[in-house]
Protein backbone atom coordinates (compact mmCIF):
# COMPACT_ATOMS: atom_id res chain seq x y z
CA UNK A 1 0.00 0.00 0.00
CA UNK A 2 1.76 3.20 -0.99
CA UNK A 3 1.54 6.10 1.33
CA UNK A 4 2.10 9.61 1.13
CA UNK A 5 2.97 12.55 3.03
CA UNK A 6 3.15 16.52 1.74
CA UNK A 7 5.66 18.90 3.67
CA UNK A 8 6.99 22.67 2.69
CA UNK A 9 3.47 24.35 2.58
CA UNK A 10 3.10 27.41 4.03
CA UNK A 11 2.71 31.56 4.42
CA UNK A 12 4.28 33.33 1.26
CA UNK A 13 4.31 36.79 0.02
CA UNK A 14 3.25 37.44 -3.37
CA UNK A 15 5.93 36.52 -6.12
CA UNK A 16 7.38 34.89 -3.25
CA UNK A 17 8.67 30.78 -3.76
CA UNK A 18 7.52 27.56 -1.98
CA UNK A 19 9.17 24.06 -2.37
CA UNK A 20 6.41 21.22 -1.56
CA UNK A 21 7.80 17.77 -1.32
CA UNK A 22 5.72 14.25 -1.49
CA UNK A 23 7.87 11.59 0.19
CA UNK A 24 6.51 7.59 -0.94
CA UNK A 25 6.70 4.74 1.39
CA UNK A 26 7.01 1.90 -1.37
CA UNK A 27 9.63 -0.21 -2.83
CA UNK A 28 8.66 0.19 -6.46
CA UNK A 29 8.69 4.30 -6.65
CA UNK A 30 9.34 4.28 -10.48
CA UNK A 31 6.09 2.44 -11.08
CA UNK A 32 4.05 5.35 -10.22
CA UNK A 33 2.81 8.03 -12.14
CA UNK A 34 3.15 11.22 -9.63
CA UNK A 35 1.03 13.97 -9.58
CA UNK A 36 -0.10 17.76 -8.03
CA UNK A 37 -3.52 18.29 -7.69
CA UNK A 38 -4.83 21.28 -5.54
CA UNK A 39 -8.63 22.16 -4.14
CA UNK A 40 -9.94 24.87 -2.45
CA UNK A 41 -13.00 24.74 -0.48
CA UNK A 42 -16.28 24.63 -2.02
CA UNK A 43 -14.18 24.73 -5.91
CA UNK A 44 -13.45 21.87 -8.41
CA UNK A 45 -10.34 19.79 -8.00
CA UNK A 46 -7.69 21.12 -10.16
CA UNK A 47 -4.67 19.85 -11.85
CA UNK A 48 -1.55 21.36 -11.44
CA UNK A 49 1.31 19.17 -12.92
CA UNK A 50 2.20 15.57 -13.26
CA UNK A 51 5.41 13.35 -13.73
CA UNK A 52 6.07 10.08 -15.61
CA UNK A 53 7.67 7.18 -14.37
CA UNK A 54 11.05 8.00 -15.58
CA UNK A 55 10.88 11.62 -14.49
CA UNK A 56 11.47 12.68 -18.42
CA UNK A 57 8.02 14.22 -19.30
CA UNK A 58 5.83 16.77 -17.08
CA UNK A 59 2.85 18.26 -17.87
CA UNK A 60 1.40 21.33 -16.32
CA UNK A 61 -2.38 22.76 -16.01
CA UNK A 62 -2.29 26.14 -17.60
CA UNK A 63 -2.65 28.48 -14.53
CA UNK A 64 0.52 26.96 -13.55
CA UNK A 65 2.88 26.89 -16.58
CA UNK A 66 5.97 28.17 -16.34
CA UNK A 67 6.08 29.49 -12.70
CA UNK A 68 5.76 25.89 -10.94
CA UNK A 69 8.03 22.69 -11.96
CA UNK A 70 7.43 19.40 -10.70
CA UNK A 71 10.62 17.29 -10.45
CA UNK A 72 11.39 13.43 -8.50
CA UNK A 73 13.98 11.59 -6.61
CA UNK A 74 13.71 7.92 -7.46
CA UNK A 75 16.60 7.31 -4.83
CA UNK A 76 14.55 9.48 -1.97
CA UNK A 77 11.16 8.32 -3.08
CA UNK A 78 10.04 12.01 -3.53
CA UNK A 79 8.37 14.43 -5.71
CA UNK A 80 8.91 18.43 -5.69
CA UNK A 81 7.04 20.73 -6.96
CA UNK A 82 8.89 23.75 -7.30
CA UNK A 83 6.77 27.21 -7.01
CA UNK A 84 7.62 30.74 -8.26
CA UNK A 85 6.26 33.57 -8.79
CA UNK A 86 3.25 32.86 -6.32
CA UNK A 87 -0.29 34.90 -6.69
CA UNK A 88 -2.52 35.04 -4.04
CA UNK A 89 -4.93 32.72 -5.83
CA UNK A 90 -2.27 30.13 -5.99
CA UNK A 91 -3.77 30.13 -2.14
CA UNK A 92 -4.96 26.55 -1.45
CA UNK A 93 -4.54 23.45 -0.27
CA UNK A 94 -2.29 20.75 -2.79
CA UNK A 95 -2.25 17.70 -2.99
CA UNK A 96 0.30 14.87 -3.74
CA UNK A 97 -1.47 11.85 -5.62
CA UNK A 98 -0.08 8.94 -7.32
CA UNK A 99 -1.18 5.45 -9.55
CA UNK A 100 0.51 2.55 -10.90
CA UNK A 101 1.57 2.95 -14.38
CA UNK A 102 1.03 -0.63 -14.60
CA UNK A 103 -2.35 -0.91 -13.74
CA UNK A 104 -4.37 1.84 -13.65
CA UNK A 105 -4.36 5.42 -15.11
CA UNK A 106 -6.60 7.54 -12.19
CA UNK A 107 -4.90 8.67 -8.97
CA UNK A 108 -5.74 5.62 -6.30
CA UNK A 109 -3.32 7.03 -3.75
CA UNK A 110 -3.34 10.76 -1.61
CA UNK A 111 -1.71 12.37 0.83
CA UNK A 112 -2.97 14.10 3.28
CA UNK A 113 -2.58 17.64 1.77
CA UNK A 114 -0.78 20.87 2.48
CA UNK A 115 -2.38 24.13 3.02
CA UNK A 116 -0.51 26.89 1.24
CA UNK A 117 -1.00 30.51 1.64
CA UNK A 118 -0.14 33.64 -0.12
CA UNK A 119 -0.49 37.26 0.70
CA UNK A 120 -1.10 39.89 -1.44
Known amino acids: QLQLVESGGGLVQAGGSLRLSCAASVLT ?38 RFTISRDTAKNTVYLQMNSLKPEDTTVYYCAAYDRRTGSRYDYWGPGTQVTVSS
Open 29 to 66: FSSYVMGWLRQAPGQEREFVARINWSGLRSYYGHSVKV
